[in-house]
């Protein structure tokens, strides 16, 4: 069972800036496939950014060139730098992790990003 911590979440101005982070458990965090996802609601969660064990990167196209999504193996951490922030992106953000060996999916709790005047 991992466990996942999301955190930096908040309020920030529009064309602002904000840094997440994905806080997991387990000794095994290198081999994750890491995502961060995001719902608002009554709508489907949607990928905004994904990172490999080989520190490959894919990103929703409403966000690429604003977003970095980043990960530090040896703090069992994922971040999303968020940069030129609209007031479309305030939704909640969830961080997944894969594990590839089995295929099963592990979700954090959540943050909120509100981006507003």
């Known amino acids: 069972q991992v466990q996942l911590v999301e955190s930096g979440g908040g309020l920030v101005q529009p064309g602002g800036s904000l840094r997440l982070s994905c806080a997991a458990s387990?000794?095994?965090?290198?081999?994750?496939?890491m995502g961060w996802y995001r719902q608002a609601p009554g709508k489907q969660r949607e990928l905004v950014a994904v990172?490999?064990?080989?520190?490959?990167?894919n990103y929703a196209d409403s966000v690429k060139g604003r977003f970095t999504i980043s990960r530090d193996n040896a703090k069992n951490t994922v971040y999303l730098q968020m940069n030129s922030l609209k007031p479309e992106d305030t939704v909640v953000y969830y961080c997944k992790a894969r594990d590839p060996r089995i295929g099963m999916d592990y979700w954090g709790k959540g943050t909120l990003v509100t981006v507003s005047s």
């Open positions: 387990g000794s095994i965090f290198s081999i994750y496939t």
């Open positions: 990172i490999t064990s080989t520190y490959s990167t």
